[in-house]
C-alpha cells in the first residue's frame, strides 16, 4: 500500500494518524503467513524531520523451535522511524535530468528503502514487514509444554516426555568418556 506523505512531510508542524488493518500479501520469504494487521501510525513533521512513530499486533505462522510442527507467534511491533526530508530539487548533467531523492535512506540498501524515489510515498507494506521481521521472537515455540524431539530417534515427544527408543543405548561417540569421572 501506497501512502502520499507529501503533505505532511513538507508542513512543519502537522500531524496525521493512520489505522492500520490489512493483510501483507507476499507470502514466504520472511513473512510465512496471511494474518491481519491491525494498529495505528502517527505521522508528524517538524519541517526537517518526518518521524513515523506507532504500534501493532499481528500473528505468523512459523516452524516450532523445539519439534518441526507449526506454530503461531504473536507479535507486538512499535514503530519508531525518523527521515530527514530535503526540499524538492532536480539536478542536470547534461541531457539527463536527475530526481534527487526526498527522503535521505541508506543507499547500500535499495532493496529495503521506504519511500519510493523522487517522492514522499510511503511503502507501508515494506515498513509494516520490516518492523515484522525486527519483532520475530528468536525462538518460536509451538506450545510452552512442548518437549521437542527424543535425541536418539527424531520422534516427537509427548507431554510424559518418554519415548519407546532405547535410552539405556550409549551413544558410541562418548564411550570413550564413560570412565572418565571414575
Known sequence: ???DLSEIART????VEHAIDEFILEKGGDIGAYYP???KLIFQSTGQVLVITGNFRTKIDDICD????SAIADIKAVVAEDFIVHPFQHQTKGKNEQVMP???EDEDAVESHLFYK???DLNLDEL????????TPLKIICDDNCNGLCVRCGKKLKEDDVCDCNSTELNPQFAALKDFFK
Open 118 to 120: 523522487g517522492t514522499f
Open 102 to 104: 526526498l527522503v535521505e
Open 37 to 39: 494487521i491491525n494498529g
Open 1 to 3: 500500500m501506497k501512502l
Open 128 to 135: 509494516l514487514r520490516q518492523n515484522i521481521v525486527l519483532n
Open 12 to 15: 512543519p508542524g502537522a500531524y
Open 66 to 69: 523445539r519439534c518441526g510442527e
